[in-house]
Structures are given as structure tokens and as C-alpha cells.
């Protein structure tokens, strides 16, 4: 893997959402506020101000504050509740708050909480926004073993991107090498790649991965006659390079010039450009197609049979 000049910095751990607690306020405040419209619910007893931007990334932050406030047990987020306190991409924003505890819950289990049994070691859990979290080798595992191996590249990537080297990932995977998911998690994290800027970049080299096709580079670098550029992924060898085009690429006027100039000169210069947008990543059939028909045909197949679901 390349280093691109000004290549955007790993994301930072996320900053934590402020809630207003129902035991902070009597019941006719909470019921006021909520009538009014300057509070929403995001938990049991958990309120978020209106004003607070309503993404999907950050009810679910919310709703793992208000977990933490309500739990008097020890407790460790973990999983993609963690991911997101670390500030990881997810493909799939989740809709319930994973974390490990000793114990078994009481009669009123929350269904919004999802409680694996047991406790990670000392050295695998820490602080993250002042919140007890699995360590980003961890995470990435723990998401490796739990999710579908297109999300989880988005995880494992994202974190080898921040500094979690892929030797801790693989030494955790191997202190239970035939728990479950455990020859998916580690197929993922073989297959991670630090290069990757973008959980699209991540889901199209998945699909290449899927299709048997070798395993691309990322940020490649291009010289020509007019300047250095560099793409997403691809293959060296053979002068074939993909592009992830996202809308906001474009949302300065001048972009869609200087991108332009930019794929004549990598054209002029000998190599084979495939544009990729949201809409190819749906169609993932078409877009292997297209790939295929610039590779040599003596290109390896490789089979990997983790990476077969999506």
C-alpha cells in the first residue's frame, strides 16, 4: 500500500452527544419538553435536544449514552457500538447497543441492548470518550466475527487505517481460533487494507475479492507527463485502475475539470480507468463484468469461500 499526499487523516473517536435524563426532571418537564418538541426520545429515560442533528450516526451514539447512564453493572461497549465510539465507518449504522458483561440481566431486559456474556481482558478494553470500550484491535474483531464480510471489511479497513496493527487482530482470533465466525474474521482481516479512504472503496474491493479476482492495490500511483496522480485500487501490473466516484467529489464547480484532465492524463499515459459510482456497487454482477474484460485471461482465480455472502 501507497501513502497518497494529503491523504485524509484516520477519524478521530467520536465527540459524545449531551442527553437529558427523565431522573434529572420531574415527569410533567420531560412530557412538556417532548409535547414542545425540543426533546426526542433516544433510550429508556433518555432525551436528545431536537437542535442536535438527527443523523443516523448520531441517535445511535445517543442511544449508547443512554445505556451507559442506566447501567450499574460493569460493563464494556463492544462491537460496532464500539466501532462508533472509535469514529469507524459502518455500512450499517446499528439499531442496538452491543456490550459485554459478566453477568446475565435482570427480569427487565431491554430489547435494544444486545449483552454478550463474559469480560475481555484488562488490555483489551479502554476509555473511549470517557466510555469503557474494546480496543480497536478488539472491535475490529469482535465486527469481523459478527458481521457479513462486506461490513466487516468496512470495520477491519477503517481500523488498520487508525493504527490497530493486523498482528493483535490476528493474535485475538487465535486465542479462539473455532469460536464463530472466527475463519470468516480472520479471512477479513488477511484481506484488510489500510488504503482504503472510504467504506465505498472497501465495498468495491470486496466485490472484486468476492469474484475471485487477485487481491488489488490501493492508492496507486500514476505518473504522467502533466503530474502524479493516484487511484483508488487496482493492478500495477497490468495498467487497470478503479475510481469510486462519490457525489460530493463534484461539489465544487471547477471538479468536474480538473477530474477530467485527470483521466485523459491517466489514459495518455497507458492505463485503463473504470468509474464506479453507488449505482455499480448495486449491481455488483455488471461491474465484475466490466473488470474482467480489462484483465489478462490467464489473471489467477482465486477462490474465497468466506467472502461468498455479501
Do not use: N
Not at 262 to 272: F, I, P, T
Amino acid at each position: 500500500m501507497a501513502v497518497r499526499p494529503r491523504s485524509p487523516v484516520p477519524t478521530a473517536p467520536a465527540t459524545l452527544p449531551t442527553l437529558h435524563l427523565a431522573h434529572d426532571h420531574t415527569s410533567q418537564d420531560v412530557a412538556r419538553r417532548l409535547r414542545g418538541g425540543a426533546w426526542r426520545r433516544v433510550g429508556r429515560g433518555a432525551y436528545l435536544a431536537t437542535e442536535v442533528e438527527a443523523t443516523a450516526r448520531r441517535t445511535a451514539l445517543a442511544h449508547i449514552v443512554a445505556v451507559h447512564s442506566r447501567l450499574t453493572a460493569p460493563h464494556v461497549f463492544s462491537h460496532d457500538s464500539a466501532a462508533l465510539l472509535w469514529g469507524l465507518p459502518l455500512w450499517t449504522v446499528p439499531d442496538v447497543v452491543h456490550v459485554y458483561q459478566r453477568h446475565r440481566p435482570g427480569a427487565r431486559r431491554d430489547p435494544t441492548t444486545r449483552r454478550h456474556l463474559g469480560a475481555p481482558a484488562v488490555a483489551a478494553v479502554t476509555l473511549t470518550g470517557g466510555l469503557p470500550a474494546t480496543t480497536l484491535a478488539l472491535t475490529a474483531v469482535d465486527c469481523a466475527r459478527a458481521m457479513t464480510p462486506r461490513a466487516a471489511l468496512v470495520v477491519v479497513d477503517a481500523a488498520l487505517r487508525a493504527g490497530a496493527p493486523r498482528a493483535e487482530m490476528l493474535r485475538l482470533l487465535a486465542l479462539d481460533p473455532t469460536g464463530r465466525g472466527s475463519a470468516r474474521a480472520r479471512a477479513v482481516v488477511l484481506l484488510g487494507d489500510a488504503g482504503a479512504e472510504s467504506p465505498q472503496e472497501s465495498a468495491l474491493r470486496f466485490l472484486l475479492l468476492r469474484a475471485g479476482m487477485p487481491q488489488p492495490e490501493t492508492q496507486v500511483r500514476i505518473d504522467t507527463p502533466v503530474g502524479t496522480f493516484w487511484a483508488d485500487l487496482g493492478w500495477e501490473r497490468w495498467r487497470v485502475v478503479l475510481e469510486y466516484d462519490g457525489r460530493p467529489k463534484y461539489a465544487d464547480p471547477d471538479a468536474l475539470i480538473r477530474e477530467k484532465r485527470r483521466h485523459d492524463a491517466l489514459v495518455e499515459a497507458g492505463w485503463r480507468v473504470i468509474r464506479v459510482t453507488k449505482e455499480d456497487l448495486a449491481r455488483p454482477a455488471q461491474l465484475v463484468a466490466r473488470v474482467e474484460r480489462l484483465l489478462p485471461q490467464d489473471a489467477p482465480h482465486i477462490r474465497r469461500p468466506h467472502m461468498r455472502t455479501m
